[in-house]
């Protein structure tokens, strides 16, 4: 079974892709315009990124920072990353982990 994460990109206020906007990571320029669009600091903010070098760009510059791979983690890893980083998860996503994990039996609680 597992979760749907595409499902839960509704939740997310901003995204921007780094070739759309013709800014390659992990040059600062990237998050300085996603700081500029989000009217925010980066502490206020989580990236997600599948490569350690990115991921440690980011954490340099004071964002929190999860290293998520899609092709090869699955989403509760990306979901338990996130938590690690104080990252309050949707009650929906919530719901939907712990019927994943009931459905394994694996039960963890998020």
Do not use: H
């Amino acid at each position: 079974m597992g979760v749907d994460y595409w499902t839960t990109l509704d939740d997310l206020d901003l995204i921007i892709v780094s070739d759309a906007a013709k800014c390659p990571k992990p040059e600062r320029g990237i998050f300085d315009l996603f700081l500029s669009r989000a009217n925010l600091r980066p502490d206020q903010c989580v990236f997600i990124d599948d490569k350690q070098s990115n991921v440690q760009a980011a954490t340099d510059l004071g964002w929190r920072a999860v290293k998520w791979d899609l092709m090869a983690d699955t989403a509760e890893q990306l979901f338990e990353g996130l938590k690690e980083q104080g990252v309050v998860l949707p009650g929906a996503v919530v719901s939907a982990l712990e019927k994943s994990k009931a459905a394994d039996g694996r039960g963890k609680t998020y």
